[in-house]
Each structure stands twice: as structure tokens, then as C-alpha cells.
């Protein structure tokens, strides 16, 4: 089972950039799922962005148009580059890695987490 750390997180103003990544212990390349998440306080946590095996990506409608998410399996590292950022994209965004065992059963693993502030 491969540990996920997050970076990147920080400040920034409405209308700026941020670049999350994760990086991973082990190798993603059989990692079925890649994942970010975010979490804003007294909400639920939910699906921002994800990338299979064969790079399809699929994107929260909150952010389509503004974030893209990557993975360098040579490198074992999810990244989440977001634009246009806004002040209800403020939330701790985790990183996810979902790998099929077989059988109907998935591994999840999560990341600690990094915290994302849109404010002037």
C-alpha cells in the first residue's frame, strides 16, 4: 500500500493559480484510480478531479474549465493545477489512490491533506 503526501497548498488571491501535487512512496503505475478530494469546513468531502491508468480524467462541473489534474507514473506523482481560483474553493484537498483488488473489492488510500484558502 503506497503512503500519499500532499504539497502545495496555500493563500491565495480570487482570480490566482496554485499547483497541488502528490507524491507517493511506491509506484502508481497499477493504480487504477488517482484522485484529489476536497473537504470545506461543515461540508462533506467530495470528488474534485480523476485520472485512470489510460489518463481519461473526469472533473467536478465546480471546476471544469479551471483545473487539471495529471499523473506521471515515471514519477509516481498526481498533480491538480488550478486557475481562476475561488473564494468556495477553499477547502483541504486531499489526494486519493483507488486500486482494484479483484473480486468487487477496491484499496483506498488517502493523503493527509493541504489546506487551500482563496481570500483577499
Known amino acids: 500500500q503506497v503512503e500519499l503526501v500532499e504539497s502545495g497548498g496555500g493563500l491565495v488571491q480570487p482570480g490566482g493559480s496554485l499547483r497541488l501535487s502528490c507524491a507517493a512512496s511506491g509506484s502508481i503505475s497499477s493504480i487504477n484510480i488517482m484522485g484529489w478530494y476536497r473537504q470545506a469546513p461543515g461540508k462533506q468531502r467530495e470528488l474534485v478531479a480523476s485520472?485512470?491508468?489510460?489518463?481519461?480524467?473526469n472533473y467536478a462541473d465546480s471546476v471544469k474549465g479551471r483545473f487539471t489534474i495529471s499523473r506521471d507514473n515515471a514519477k509516481n506523482t498526481v498533480n491538480l493545477q488550478m486557475s481562476s481560483l475561488k473564494p468556495e474553493d477553499t477547502a483541504v484537498y486531499y489526494c486519493?489512490?483507488?486500486?482494484?483488488?479483484?473480486?468487487?473489492?477496491?484499496?483506498?488510500?488517502w493523503g493527509q491533506g493541504t489546506q487551500v484558502t482563496v481570500s483577499s
Open positions: 485520472i485512470g491508468i489510460s489518463g481519461t480524467t
Open positions: 486519493n489512490a483507488k486500486k482494484f483488488l479483484g473480486g468487487g473489492k477496491w484499496m483506498d488510500t
